[in-house]
């Protein structure tokens, strides 16, 4: 793995204490601190393959306001480090994360357009450093080992051909199994699903890749959802102070294996991003409000913003209130007829296997990491006071659910199996959908069905206390 950066060094550590939620350590420089939720890992040398005493404490402080040198890696090397620190031990590099020729591939995307651009100086001077100190220290034979293969992207294009490149690898047979660690948002998330071949219907007759996240995009839905209980609990109080990507860290590093659920966005002939017939997604699809505030904030001006560009789009958006003309039309788990909704006008139509599309956007309170269940959002055209009193509630954990209205107007939130929006509108501004951030233009009468997918044929990278019980 070469850098064009100089590597983290380790510190000598002595007088190693922590309470209170605080380490605290004595280096020939003096005396420091540290918060529990800045900890990484704590490697334990006697563990490892290597048999070394020690260990390596590995520890993450953001600087949200210094863009240019935002993050600060402590690498210390102690004798002993307290009990409090247990929880945090890894023994070494995990085996999902270990190349080794002919059985385990290990890929390393790093997406420099993903949100405000973090993405390669985050790999440079917090994951690369991590992964060589703990190769370095964790076994004599760390030389032997195959090195991660690392893609810079260049454009918007290179998730997908890098796709195709390992699709065709794993035809010829290379290797077993292959993790892929993403340092983007959803958007390459949605580009590598979709650029990989991959049969739903019979996932074990091949490889099925692993996906490993770390937080680097815009809005990070998928991420944030499934590492939600280990940062909000049912009263939202937080249960783990951490940054996103100091969980997303010790994800990696101490995660374990689970499938990654699915669903299937059709689209009726004329449809288009270039010309598209279905995409699978794990994140959103959605009509109306919210896909016209994807798209319309998906502009070199607004990106530099980061998050904070959907709420200025929205703002505009709320001011014209468009009520979207469709016929919306869902599938309820285990029923065979469909129900038409009331009315042609809408304002809301989104279905999401996730709890949350940001980190405090709560849009599916009901929905837990994994389950696959797809659960709908609706309102109709309620007008730009109601639609921001909703989309403020969403923020406040979930308290849109159950809204109505005197005049007859609610808010629906229900689970179904399957979405079929005809999409009605003469204007070409209000027939985009939304499937995981990647727009695509339905022609008018043309249609949008989603259904979800019983088996993805992908595996995702969680951290063991989110499993389902049935699965632990």
């Known amino acids: 793995m070469s850098s064009t950066k100089p590597q983290a060094g380790l510190t000598n550590a002595t007088s190693v204490s922590a309470s209170d939620g605080i380490i605290s350590w004595t280096t020939p420089n003096g005396k420091d601190e540290a918060k529990y939720q800045n900890i990484v890992f704590v490697l334990d040398l006697s563990q490892s393959p290597s048999s070394k005493s020690g260990y390596i404490i590995a520890l993450l402080v953001e600087d949200a306001e210094n863009t240019k040198d935002r993050f600060r890696l402590l690498l210390l090397q102690a004798d002993a480090v307290p009990e409090d620190l247990r929880p945090y031990r890894i023994s070494g590099l995990p085996t999902h994360l270990r190349p080794v020729k002919g059985k385990q591939d290990v890929d390393v995307v790093v997406s420099t357009k993903s949100g405000v651009g973090l993405s390669l100086q985050f790999w440079e001077d917090v994951l690369q450093p991590l992964w060589a100190v703990i190769e370095a220290h964790s076994s004599d034979e760390a030389t032997n080992r195959e090195s991660p293969n690392v893609l810079v992207t260049e454009d918007a294009e290179s998730v997908r051909e890098f796709a195709r490149k390992i699709s065709a690898s794993d035809a010829n047979g290379s290797s077993q199994s292959r993790t892929v660690v993403l340092l983007t948002g959803d958007g390459g998330i949605v580009d590598l699903i979709n650029s990989v071949p991959h049969d739903t219907s019979s996932p074990s007759e091949q490889r099925q890749l692993l996906l490993a996240l770390l937080p680097l995009g815009t809005g990070n839905a998928l991420f944030h959802s499934l590492h939600k209980p280990l940062w909000a609990s049912e009263g939202g109080s937080k249960t783990e102070d951490a940054s996103p990507l100091v969980l997303g860290l010790r994800t990696l590093f ?20 270039t010309q598209v017939s279905h995409l699978f997604g794990a994140v959103v699809a959605s009509y109306g409000f919210h896909s016209s505030i994807v798209y319309e904030s998906d502009t070199p001006e607004y990106r530099i913003h980061g998050d904070k560009r959907f709420g200025m789009v929205a703002q505009e958006l709320l001011r014209e209130s468009h009520p979207y003309s469709a016929q919306v039309r869902v599938r309820h788990p ?37 389950d696959g269940k797809l659960r709908l959002v609706h309102f109709g055209p309620v007008g730009g006071e109601r639609t921001l009193e909703l989309m403020m509630k969403a923020y406040d954990g979930g308290k849109h659910v159950g809204a109505k209205w005197n005049d007859g107007h609610a808010l629906r939130y229900e689970e179904v199996d399957e979405l079929r929006v005809t999409v009605l509108e003469d204007d070409e501004r209000w027939r985009k959908v939304c499937i995981d951030g990647t727009i695509v233009d339905i022609p008018k009468g043309g249609e949008l069905t989603v259904r979800k997918e019983e088996r993805s044929g992908f595996r995702i990278l969680v951290d063991p206390r989110v499993l389902p019980s049935d699965l632990k």
């Open 254 to 273: 101490n995660g374990v294996s689970a499938n990654l659920p699915l669903f299937r966005a059709s689209f009726s002939p004329g449809s288009r991003i």
């Open 334 to 370: 285990s029923a065979a007829d469909w129900e038409t909704f009331d009315g042609g006008e809408h304002a809301y139509v989104l279905v999401t296997p996730l709890s949350n599309l940001e980190r405090t956007f709560t849009i599916s309170p009901a929905s837990k990491p994994l």
